[in-house]
């Protein structure tokens, strides 16, 4: 067993104990995948934000996004637990952002 391998079955193991790693690890494999899982279009628009109590908030760049995902809300929580295989994510909550390239590039408040 490699290195990594072996890397890997240890934070597995260590985030069945722990639930904010293991939120931490869903998010992230989410935020990896995101356009694979919802598709070009939709990842556009929204994005995974956070993860808490089996509750995915997505952010918008544009309000009017933010009712308009209601429609595609159980279409995209039926991908989001077909992609990890198990229901993971029970509900999705939404929140207009500043546009994500924007966010992303914006300069750390650490910084200042």
């Not at 899982?37 to 996004?65: F, H, M, Y």
């Not at 009712?67 to 207009?96: C, H, M, V, W």
Request: net charge positive; with cysteine; aromatic share 8%.
């Amino acid at each position: 067993m490699s290195a990594h391998q072996q890397l890997k079955d240890i934070i597995k193991a260590m985030a069945r104990d722990n639930p904010v790693l293991s939120h931490g690890l869903e998010l992230a494999a989410l935020e990896r995948s995101w356009e694979e899982i919802v598709g070009k279009e939709l990842a556009q628009k929204c994005w995974p934000e956070r993860l808490r109590d089996q509750v995915l908030w997505l952010s918008t760049d544009n309000p009017s996004w933010t009712q308009q995902l209601r429609f595609y809300e159980k279409d995209i929580l039926s991908k989001i637990n077909g992609f990890f295989k198990r229901q993971t994510i029970y509900a999705l909550r939404y929140e207009p952002t500043k546009n994500k390239r924007e966010v992303l590039s914006a300069p750390s408040r650490a910084a200042e």
